[in-house]
């Protein structure tokens, strides 16, 4: 089993509605959780970080976290067309540090 | 505040030849990491610096890769001999000391490498 797994997509959501990126991990022992934007042929920003379970709004952003069912996610409202890119979920367990795939998403106007 | 410095950009080899890469991380982070990102796949770590020391190279092909950090600041990853499958993205990011916890990571540009 991965430590960290996403659903590879790719996801196509029209502009203004809202993307659902879902990441689960395998450690109970994970203390940070991280979502990174990928465009392509760029390298990794870090748009999101949450440690806690429940909900972290940033702007059109939101985190959410559930450490009972290893699972958090990444909600992006009114989706626009600069949103289309790759979203890596990041799991801090430990001295480790492991991205999961990615889910590639598609905004489309 | 500068970014993550990486060169070159792009690297193109003969297999059984030898690469190396630089990177230069933000002013102040003592944690440096390098990483490799296949297309398609997600970063994965090779090695991990906290200031000139090696904290985790347990993902490293130790037998072709290798790399220092001199002074605790600069960096260099060499591939030597390079086959095709090390045909990646190379990436560099750095971390305040102990803050990949709470701070994630800033990455540099990356270099990428094709292996012919």
């Known amino acids: 089993q991965k430590e960290v797994e996403q659903n590879s997509g790719p996801l196509s959501v029209p502009e203004g509605a809202i993307a659902s990126l879902n990441c689960t991990y395998s450690?109970?022992?994970?203390?940070?959780f991280f979502w990174y934007r990928q465009y392509s042929g760029k390298s990794p920003e870090l748009i999101m970080s949450?440690?806690?379970?429940g909900d972290k709004e940033d702007g059109r952003f939101t985190a959410q976290l559930n450490k009972a069912s290893q699972y958090v996610s990444l909600l992006i409202r009114d989706s626009q067309p600069s949103d289309s890119a790759t979203y890596l979920c990041?799991?801090?367990?430990?001295?480790?540090?492991?991205f999961g795939t990615g889910t590639s998403l598609t905004v489309i106007p | 505040e500068a970014g993550v410095a990486q060169s070159p950009r792009y690297k193109i080899i003969e297999k059984r030849q030898s690469v190396a890469f630089w990177c230069n991380p933000i002013?102040?982070?003592?944690?440096l990491y390098w990483y490799q990102q296949i297309l398609g796949q997600g970063p994965k770590l090779l090695i991990q610096?906290?200031?000139?020391?090696?904290?985790?190279d347990s993902q490293l092909p130790k037998d072709r890769f290798s790399a220092e950090r001199l002074k605790g600041v600069d960096s260099t990853l060499k591939i030597q001999p390079a086959k095709l499958e090390d045909s990646a993205v190379y990436l560099c990011?750095?971390?305040?000391?102990?803050?990949?916890?709470?701070?994630?990571?800033?990455f540099g540009s990356g270099t990428r490498l094709t292996v012919v």
């Open positions: 949450i440690y806690s379970n």
């Open positions: 990011a750095s971390s305040q000391s102990g803050g990949f916890l709470n701070y994630g990571y800033t």
């Open positions: 610096f906290q200031n000139n020391g090696v904290v985790d």
């Open positions: 990041a799991v801090n367990t430990g001295n480790q540090f492991y």
């Open positions: 450690d109970r022992g994970s203390q940070s």
């Open positions: 002013s102040g982070h003592a944690t």
